[in-house]
């Protein structure tokens, strides 16, 4: 369950509702924010959003020019220029198609293009595997996207449609990844309300993809020239680019909050923009989850609650820019952490969010000891009860008796 | 902008004195094989001399009207022909003292003074010439269309010195004008400056520096959304043959597949030439490179270059043609149809860049390097459209030896006799399949037979 | 009023000055002030005006429209009376003052009269003038007989239309040959037996020693007793500079105007150029050649000079050149003849047949040709005798056949 509460809207218009997959919900909200382009090349489990959206185009549900290309890599670029024409766009991909997009990918942030695309997370290879993980995007969390991580079907028809905001603010202009991890969420069907369409366009305006960049022979500007290396102004000029792209991910983590408050109040729904406390208050420990998973661990906390644990959880929805405030207010609140991985970080021998907690208990000022869970790999469940073991060893962790290694829930499944 | 005109050229080397342009002269002028009549003089070749020619210049600054008193003599604004008047020529022969070429010259068998007039812009003399030694030249229309049009790169390109790319980059951009954006992968033209430095642009139009591996499908992009909004902008890429044949194949594969309204152009300097002269996919066989080096082991490069242009056509995109910058006239014409055909489809121009740098010739030469590679077949300029299919825009019958163009170039100095003859072979194979093409075209549409 | 480029003239060498300025400044003020009430022509036509070969209105060089075009003010009927250099202006006979930045000075010559008793009291025509033209043919319709005095280009010409229109033409020349500045002796000869063949009277080496009036014509006595009496008299004895009005201004002039080779005077900002200009001769001197190339090539420089065109080449020197039709016949010549030791000299021809060709060569170079009746191209020569070009390669060569020899040595140059 997602923190929702429908008590308040100033939405005019009645919205629908519709019993979807994730994929679908992802197409409907691209559909909602209307884009100029989408680009798609399928890949599982990513390919049923892109066959939502291109039967959309082919039935006039969605007046967007579809572009059919050879890859991913294709995709990336034709939309770089479909943004530096001043256009809105949309793909999705994972996996294998991320790494093979990797080249134009990295380039985005530094384009300052605000583009959203749906990563439909998947484990990588090898071994060969086409099921669910983090891993995909947990290996990009440094090239400069934003990465929001949704935990309901219902979320991702949501932060699809606010990525658009966030990404084309003008104190952000970069690009946003909305995960949603594959299987669990891609193909989990649920209901989900589809707001308005006016309601939408009312709250994202027209888009302005290409005011401080563009090919556009009425404001024609060299893009990306190339800087020179050995001291002086080349240096200086990358430096100065660097610490924009550096701010604009910073004013990210206000604009993000901003945008998810007058989500909240136009359609009702509030998400937790940053990160999200479930049960903290009172909490002596607390597990820290990410995407579909927390759905099945705040099950684990309250049955814990019933036995009388006082534990809480904290949710990451915004991973990158890190949510160091949010993250170190909350953390504030409890002396033991556990930490529930989806992916592994291969150069510490954790998980990746573990090694973020770790840094962001830093600046608490307390050395809070925390462990580290590995679960979910290649499209395995992280069931309740898989949870509760993690409750339980959390409630046990104290300094010096932690393992070096992170504990691998699904193990011995 | 003053105004340039067609005229002829004579290349002495190629004439053998036959004399047929003079009688061909008489013909058009008198009526009458008596070359006395002619107004080109083929001056006939003395001991180790070369034929000399005596014709009018059609001097931009002409003496002889000058010294004309009667106003018989005027250089003509429209077709740049030194025009006599016969009505007000008064027979004072002061303009045969103007002329240091004997371009205007008194014809005691007509009576007056006579001099070519270029026939009305169709040269009966050239029409005759079994050598070529005499050609019409018609560029000046390029110069008098384009030289007055806006350069859209900056001065101070940064190209090596005889590079032909700077040259090629800025005729394309004067025609295909503002209204354009322009993707330059990394190579040549973007390492002059073109995209520009620390900021600062090389370029009037907007203009990328998109990847080694995108740049048809990032202008497919552009081009898309600005069709999406009704703009006319033409979408252009000026990439190398790295950026079109090896790691931006893909993408420039995928982009003539979809037939995206795109204007690519390759400019093939046969390698790496922008990052220290490493092999490509169309580096041709035998070339010297600094990843396909001489030494006890290996002689260049071992395999042949890909036939890219052709590959291209295999795609059925809207356009595809060869250009050479020694051929300019022949550029400009399918520049022309590659701009239109780019409005709705994708046009392909594979453009022939000989590299003094990388090649190992002297900078000087580079445009003699250009034509002998057309000459000797080594490059072929032709043109397709799914339409038409395949057909020559300069067929060379007799081509020269391909060893007089491998001689010119340094990569080549290490060849034996062997790799040579291999090269011909397979220059003739390229030619004779070539050839076949256009017989298959010539059969589907026997009007474009040329 | 005022003009940045101010030219005197408007013949050949202003006409090309004013060109080039234009070549360098498009929008500088040019004016171009002209005695004359026509539009620009060439004295060089004026036989031909005669002879009504050309129409007067059929000889304009350039039209109104030109001088629109290239925004020049064009003045005729204009006439200088005095130039002050001090305060760079100029004075007309109309009373108007012009000040100039720059001052080009190509008012060319006016004929010369000779010293001859009685000259004052008869009627007598000159050529030099389109009016002088139209005149002289209006004389000729009513003229039976004419005296032509000098065997000058224009006195030879002109005696030819007459004979052509059936006027019985004696032609009186002090020198002993016609056309004694061009042609050797030998020349001149076929020339004058071409003339006396069409009926002319040739008499050389005779001087007009009185005139008087007779009827509407007049009686000449020449100098060895026998008289000739002609409805016509046609003076032809050459032109002297126009320099008259520049008295006083500080120019420095001798039989014409001094100019060095970017025919500059000897005053800042003052050019001459034409027939007016005396300037450096090919083979030394400051020498007036009055022919229509020199008149060209010094306006070009001078022009250029006037407008700050740092390429201008100095002048070459003059060379002596014409080309002559008479009678459906050609004679050329380009450059002097021998004028002492150390010149070859080739003749060659038949005079019998009227064809003749003459050569002379210094060390191995090319001083003078000339030819009746076997073309060559004087442009070529000219260029062989100014560029020096050795000839001795080809020496032989070149006196079988000048004209093919020279066209190939030019053609070698062009490449």
Request: proline fraction near 5%.
């Given at each position: 369950?997602t923190?929702v509460t429908?008590?308040?809207?100033?939405a005019?218009?009645k919205?629908?509702?519709?019993?979807?997959?994730?994929n679908?919900?992802?197409?409907?909200?691209?559909?909602?924010?209307?884009p100029?382009?989408?680009?798609?090349?399928?890949?599982?489990?990513?390919s049923?959003?892109?066959?939502?959206l291109?039967?959309?185009i082919?039935?006039?549900?969605?007046q967007a020019?579809?572009?059919?290309?050879?890859?991913?890599?294709?995709?990336?670029?034709?939309?770089?220029?479909?943004?530096?024409?001043g256009?809105?766009?949309?793909?999705?991909?994972?996996?294998?198609?991320?790494?093979?997009m990797?080249?134009?990918?990295?380039?985005?942030?530094?384009?300052?293009?605000?583009?959203?695309?749906?990563?439909?997370?998947?484990?990588?290879?090898?071994?060969?595997?086409?099921?669910?993980?983090?891993?995909?995007?947990?290996?990009?969390?440094?090239?400069?996207?934003?990465?929001?991580?949704c935990?309901?079907v219902?979320?991702?028809?949501?932060s699809?449609?606010?990525?658009?905001?966030?990404?084309?603010?003008?104190?952000?202009?970069?690009?946003?990844?909305?995960?949603?991890?594959?299987?669990?969420?891609s193909?989990?069907?649920?209901?989900?309300?589809v707001?308005?369409?006016q309601?939408?366009?009312?709250?994202?305006g027209p888009?302005?993809t290409?005011?401080?960049?563009?090919?556009?022979?009425?404001?024609?500007m060299?893009?990306?020239?190339?800087?020179g290396?050995?001291?002086?102004?080349?240096?200086?000029?990358f430096?100065?680019y660097?610490?924009?792209?550096?701010?604009?991910?910073q004013?990210?983590?206000?604009?993000?909050r901003e945008?998810?408050?007058?989500?909240g109040?136009?359609?009702g729904?509030?998400?937790?923009?940053?990160?999200?406390?479930y049960?903290?208050d009172?909490?002596d420990y607390?597990l820290?989850t990410?995407?579909?998973?927390?759905?099945?661990?705040k099950?684990?906390?309250d049955?814990?609650r019933?036995?009388?644990?006082?534990?809480?959880?904290?949710?990451?929805?915004?991973?990158?820019?890190?949510p160091?405030?949010a993250?170190?207010a909350?953390?504030?609140?409890?002396?033991?952490i556990g930490?529930?991985?989806?992916?592994v970080?291969?150069?510490?021998?954790?998980g990746?969010?573990?090694?973020?907690?770790?840094?962001a208990?830093?600046?608490?000022g307390?050395a809070?000891?925390?462990?580290?869970?590995?679960?979910?790999?290649?499209?395995?469940?992280?069931?309740?009860?898989?949870?509760?073991?993690a409750?339980?060893l959390?409630?046990?962790?104290?300094?010096g008796?932690i393992?070096?290694?992170?504990?691998?829930?699904?193990?011995?499944? | 902008m003053?105004k340039?005109?067609s005229?002829l050229?004579?290349h002495t080397?190629?004439?053998?004195?036959?004399?047929?342009?003079?009688?061909?002269?008489a013909?058009?002028?008198?009526?009458?094989d008596?070359q006395?009549?002619s107004?080109?003089?083929?001056?006939?070749?003395?001991?180790g001399?070369?034929?000399?020619?005596?014709?009018?210049?059609?001097?931009a600054?002409?003496?002889?009207?000058m010294?004309?008193?009667?106003?018989?003599?005027?250089?003509?604004?429209?077709?740049?022909?030194?025009?006599?008047?016969?009505?007000?020529?008064?027979?004072?022969?002061?303009c045969t003292?103007?002329?240091?070429y004997?371009?205007?010259v008194y014809?005691?068998?007509?009576?007056?003074v006579?001099?070519?007039d270029?026939?009305?812009?169709?040269p009966?003399?050239?029409?005759?010439c079994p050598?070529e030694?005499?050609?019409?030249r018609?560029?000046?229309?390029?110069?008098?269309?384009?030289?007055?049009?806006?350069?859209?790169?900056?001065?101070?390109l940064?190209?090596?010195?005889?590079?032909?790319?700077?040259?090629?980059?800025?005729?394309?951009?004067?025609?295909?004008g503002?209204?354009?954006?322009?993707?330059?992968?990394?190579?040549?033209?973007?390492?002059?400056?073109?995209?520009?430095?620390?900021?600062?642009?090389?370029?009037?139009?907007?203009?990328?520096?998109?990847?080694?591996?995108?740049?048809?499908?990032m202008l497919?992009?552009v081009?898309?959304?600005?069709n999406?909004?009704?703009?006319?902008v033409?979408?252009?890429?000026?990439?190398?043959?790295?950026?079109?044949?090896?790691?931006?194949f893909q993408?420039?594969?995928?982009?003539?597949?979809?037939?995206?309204?795109?204007l690519f152009?390759c400019?093939?300097n046969?390698?790496y030439m922008?990052?220290?002269?490493?092999?490509s996919g169309?580096?041709?066989?035998?070339?010297?490179?600094?990843?396909t080096?001489v030494?006890?082991q290996?002689?260049?490069?071992?395999?042949?270059?890909?036939n890219?242009?052709?590959?291209?056509?295999?795609?059925?995109c809207?356009y595809v043609?060869?250009?050479?910058?020694a051929?300019?006239?022949?550029y400009?014409?399918?520049l022309?149809?590659?701009?239109?055909?780019?409005?709705?489809g994708?046009?392909?121009?594979?453009?022939?860049?000989p590299?003094?740098?990388?090649?190992?010739?002297?900078?000087?030469?580079?445009?003699?390097?250009?034509?002998?590679?057309?000459?000797?077949?080594?490059?072929?300029?032709?043109?397709?459209?799914?339409e038409?299919?395949?057909?020559f825009?300069h067929?060379?019958?007799r081509?020269?030896?391909?060893?007089?163009?491998?001689?010119?170039i340094?990569?080549?100095?290490h060849?034996?006799e062997e790799?040579?003859?291999?090269?011909?072979?397979?220059?003739?194979?390229?030619?004779?399949?070539?050839r076949?093409?256009?017989?298959?075209?010539?059969?589907?549409?026997?009007?474009s037979?040329h | 009023?005022r003009?940045k480029?101010?030219i005197?003239?408007?013949?050949?060498a202003?006409?090309e000055?004013a060109?080039?300025?234009?070549?360098?400044d498009?929008?500088?003020t040019?004016?171009?002030?002209?005695?004359?009430a026509?539009?620009?022509?060439?004295p060089t036509i004026?036989?031909y005006?005669v002879?009504?070969?050309?129409q007067?209105?059929n000889?304009?060089?350039?039209?109104?429209a030109?001088?629109?075009d290239?925004a020049?003010?064009?003045?005729?009927?204009?006439?200088?009376?005095?130039?002050?250099?001090?305060q760079?202006?100029?004075?007309?006979?109309?009373?108007?003052?012009?000040?100039y930045?720059?001052?080009?000075?190509?008012?060319?010559?006016?004929?010369?009269?000779?010293p001859?008793?009685?000259?004052?009291?008869v009627?007598?025509?000159?050529?030099?003038s389109?009016?002088?033209?139209i005149?002289?043919?209006?004389?000729?319709g009513?003229?039976?007989?004419a005296?032509?005095l000098g065997?000058?280009?224009?006195?030879?010409h002109t005696?030819?239309?007459?004979?052509?229109?059936?006027?019985?033409?004696t032609?009186v020349?002090?020198?002993?040959?016609?056309?004694a500045?061009?042609?050797?002796?030998?020349?001149?000869?076929?020339?004058?037996?071409?003339?006396?063949?069409?009926g002319?009277?040739?008499l050389?080496?005779?001087t007009?020693?009185s005139?008087?009036?007779k009827g509407d014509?007049?009686?000449a006595?020449?100098?060895d007793?026998?008289?000739?009496?002609?409805?016509?008299l046609?003076l032809?004895?050459?032109?002297?500079?126009?320099i008259?009005?520049?008295?006083?201004?500080?120019?420095?002039?001798?039989?014409?105007?001094?100019?060095?080779?970017l025919?500059?005077?000897?005053?800042?900002?003052?050019?001459?150029?034409?027939?007016?200009?005396?300037?450096?001769?090919?083979w030394?001197?400051?020498?007036?050649n009055?022919?229509?190339?020199?008149?060209?090539?010094?306006?070009r420089?001078a022009?250029?000079?006037?407008?700050d065109?740092a390429g201008?080449?100095?002048f070459a020197?003059?060379?002596?050149?014409n080309t002559?039709?008479f009678?459906?016949q050609?004679a050329?010549?380009?450059g002097?003849?021998s004028?002492?030791?150390?010149?070859e000299?080739?003749e060659?021809?038949?005079?019998?047949?009227?064809?003749y060709?003459?050569?002379?060569?210094?060390?191995g170079?090319l001083v003078g040709?000339?030819?009746?009746?076997?073309?060559?191209d004087?442009?070529i020569?000219?260029?062989?005798?100014?560029?020096?070009?050795?000839?001795?390669?080809?020496k032989?060569?070149?006196i079988?056949?000048?004209?093919?020899?020279?066209?190939?040595l030019?053609s070698?140059?062009?490449?």
């Amino acid at each position: 369950m997602t923190a929702v509460t429908d008590t308040s809207r100033s939405a005019s218009n009645k919205p629908s509702f519709v019993v979807c997959e994730g994929n679908e919900a992802a197409a409907i909200g691209v559909g909602l924010a209307r884009p100029d382009v989408v680009a798609v090349y399928p890949i599982t489990p990513q390919s049923s959003l892109v066959e939502h959206l291109s039967q959309m185009i082919a039935d006039g549900r969605l007046q967007a020019d579809l572009m059919n290309v050879e890859g991913e890599h294709a995709v990336m670029c034709g939309l770089q220029g479909v943004a530096l024409a001043g256009g809105r766009t949309f793909t999705a991909t994972c996996g294998p198609g991320l790494a093979f997009m990797f080249e134009p990918y990295v380039r985005t942030p530094g384009l300052r293009l605000p583009m959203v695309a749906s990563l439909v997370t998947r484990d990588l290879l090898t071994p060969q595997c086409v099921w669910g993980g983090q891993q995909d995007a947990m290996v990009v969390r440094e090239a400069g996207w934003i990465q929001m991580y949704c935990e309901t079907v219902q979320e991702i028809l949501d932060s699809t449609v606010m990525a658009y905001k966030i990404a084309e603010h003008r104190d952000v202009m970069l690009p946003i990844n909305v995960c949603h991890d594959g299987n669990y969420l891609s193909f989990g069907v649920t209901r989900v309300e589809v707001p308005d369409q006016q309601d939408v366009d009312e709250f994202l305006g027209p888009p302005n993809t290409n005011w401080h960049i563009a090919l556009d022979p009425l404001r024609p500007m060299g893009v990306d020239p190339l800087t020179g290396g050995a001291g002086g102004a080349g240096p200086r000029n990358f430096v100065r680019y660097r610490k924009g792209q550096v701010r604009g991910m910073q004013n990210a983590l206000r604009v993000i909050r901003e945008v998810h408050a007058a989500w909240g109040e136009r359609f009702g729904r509030y998400h937790a923009p940053l990160v999200e406390e479930y049960r903290l208050d009172d909490a002596d420990y607390a597990l820290v989850t990410i995407g579909s998973m927390t759905g099945a661990a705040k099950d684990a906390i309250d049955i814990a609650r019933d036995k009388g644990e006082a534990v809480g959880l904290i949710k990451i929805k915004t991973f990158r820019p890190f949510p160091l405030e949010a993250m170190v207010a909350a953390l504030a609140k409890v002396k033991r952490i556990g930490v529930v991985d989806r992916s592994v970080s291969f150069g510490w021998n954790c998980g990746p969010l573990y090694q973020d907690t770790l840094g962001a208990i830093y600046h608490t000022g307390r050395a809070i000891p925390a462990i580290s869970f590995i679960g979910g790999l290649a499209g395995a469940d992280i069931t309740v009860e898989h949870f509760a073991r993690a409750i339980a060893l959390t409630r046990e962790a104290e300094w010096g008796r932690i393992s070096s290694e992170p504990v691998w829930l699904n193990e011995n499944d | 902008m003053g105004k340039c005109f067609s005229t002829l050229q004579f290349h002495t080397s190629r004439c053998d004195g036959c004399g047929d342009c003079m009688t061909a002269c008489a013909q058009a002028k008198a009526n009458t094989d008596d070359q006395a009549y002619s107004r080109i003089h083929i001056l006939p070749k003395t001991a180790g001399e070369v034929v000399e020619l005596a014709l009018c210049r059609q001097c931009a600054d002409p003496i002889c009207v000058m010294n004309c008193p009667s106003g018989a003599l005027s250089k003509n604004g429209d077709t740049g022909v030194i025009d006599w008047a016969e009505s007000k020529c008064v027979n004072c022969l002061l303009c045969t003292a103007g002329c240091a070429y004997a371009g205007i010259v008194y014809e005691a068998k007509v009576g007056h003074v006579a001099k070519c007039d270029l026939c009305d812009g169709d040269p009966a003399c050239v029409k005759v010439c079994p050598s070529e030694a005499i050609e019409y030249r018609t560029a000046a229309r390029i110069f008098n269309a384009y030289a007055g049009k806006e350069d859209m790169f900056c001065r101070g390109l940064s190209a090596c010195h005889g590079c032909n790319s700077e040259l090629l980059i800025r005729h394309t951009m004067r025609m295909v004008g503002p209204d354009s954006v322009v993707a330059a992968p990394p190579g040549c033209i973007p390492g002059m400056g073109t995209v520009g430095y620390n900021g600062q642009t090389g370029a009037k139009v907007p203009i990328f520096h998109s990847l080694l591996t995108n740049t048809a499908t990032m202008l497919a992009g552009v081009k898309m959304q600005y069709n999406r909004v009704g703009r006319d902008v033409t979408a252009i890429a000026l990439a190398g043959d790295g950026g079109t044949s090896d790691a931006g194949f893909q993408s420039v594969s995928g982009a003539a597949e979809r037939n995206d309204p795109i204007l690519f152009i390759c400019v093939d300097n046969e390698g790496y030439m922008n990052t220290g002269m490493q092999s490509s996919g169309v580096t041709p066989y035998g070339s010297w490179t600094s990843t396909t080096p001489v030494g006890g082991q290996m002689q260049g490069k071992r395999t042949e270059a890909k036939n890219l242009p052709i590959i291209m056509t295999m795609h059925n995109c809207s356009y595809v043609a060869t250009a050479s910058t020694a051929f300019l006239e022949d550029y400009y014409a399918k520049l022309e149809k590659a701009i239109k055909v780019a409005k709705t489809g994708m046009a392909y121009l594979h453009v022939h860049a000989p590299c003094p740098t990388g090649w190992r010739f002297p900078s000087g030469i580079t445009t003699e390097v250009c034509r002998m590679q057309v000459r000797t077949n080594f490059v072929a300029l032709w043109e397709y459209d799914p339409e038409n299919g395949l057909r020559f825009t300069h067929p060379v019958d007799r081509p020269e030896p391909v060893a007089d163009y491998l001689k010119m170039i340094g990569k080549y100095r290490h060849l034996s006799e062997e790799q040579i003859a291999h090269i011909q072979r397979t220059v003739d194979e390229k030619i004779t399949y070539l050839r076949q093409l256009t017989v298959m075209a010539a059969t589907r549409h026997p009007a474009s037979v040329h | 009023m005022r003009s940045k480029y101010m030219i005197v003239g408007s013949s050949h060498a202003a006409l090309e000055a004013a060109t080039a300025i234009r070549l360098i400044d498009a929008d500088g003020t040019l004016t171009l002030l002209t005695r004359d009430a026509h539009l620009p022509y060439s004295p060089t036509i004026l036989p031909y005006v005669v002879s009504g070969r050309s129409q007067p209105d059929n000889v304009v060089l350039r039209d109104q429209a030109y001088f629109n075009d290239n925004a020049i003010v064009f003045v005729p009927g204009a006439t200088v009376v005095s130039i002050d250099p001090a305060q760079s202006s100029l004075r007309l006979a109309s009373g108007d003052t012009w000040r100039y930045d720059r001052l080009l000075i190509a008012t060319g010559a006016a004929p010369m009269l000779p010293p001859v008793r009685g000259l004052t009291d008869v009627p007598f025509h000159v050529l030099r003038s389109l009016d002088d033209a139209i005149n002289l043919r209006q004389a000729m319709g009513q003229a039976r007989s004419a005296i032509v005095l000098g065997a000058g280009l224009i006195g030879m010409h002109t005696a030819e239309n007459m004979a052509k229109a059936d006027i019985a033409v004696t032609v009186v020349e002090l020198q002993s040959h016609a056309l004694a500045g061009y042609f050797e002796p030998r020349a001149s000869a076929i020339i004058e037996r071409t003339f006396a063949r069409n009926g002319i009277s040739m008499l050389m080496g005779q001087t007009l020693r009185s005139v008087e009036r007779k009827g509407d014509g007049c009686l000449a006595t020449l100098a060895d007793g026998q008289t000739i009496a002609a409805d016509l008299l046609l003076l032809c004895t050459g032109v002297k500079p126009n320099i008259g009005f520049l008295n006083g201004s500080g120019i420095e002039v001798d039989t014409g105007i001094l100019v060095d080779d970017l025919m500059r005077t000897n005053l800042p900002n003052i050019w001459a150029a034409g027939d007016v200009a005396q300037a450096r001769g090919f083979w030394g001197g400051k020498v007036i050649n009055g022919i229509l190339p020199n008149a060209v090539g010094q306006g070009r420089i001078a022009g250029l000079g006037m407008a700050d065109d740092a390429g201008v080449t100095p002048f070459a020197g003059v060379v002596p050149l014409n080309t002559y039709s008479f009678f459906g016949q050609q004679a050329i010549s380009v450059g002097r003849g021998s004028t002492g030791s150390g010149f070859e000299i080739e003749e060659c021809g038949n005079e019998a047949d009227g064809v003749y060709r003459h050569i002379v060569l210094k060390d191995g170079q090319l001083v003078g040709i000339a030819t009746i009746n076997d073309f060559i191209d004087a442009g070529i020569m000219w260029q062989l005798i100014l560029r020096g070009t050795d000839l001795s390669p080809v020496k032989a060569e070149f006196i079988a056949n000048p004209q093919l020899t020279g066209r190939r040595l030019m053609s070698q140059t062009w490449r």
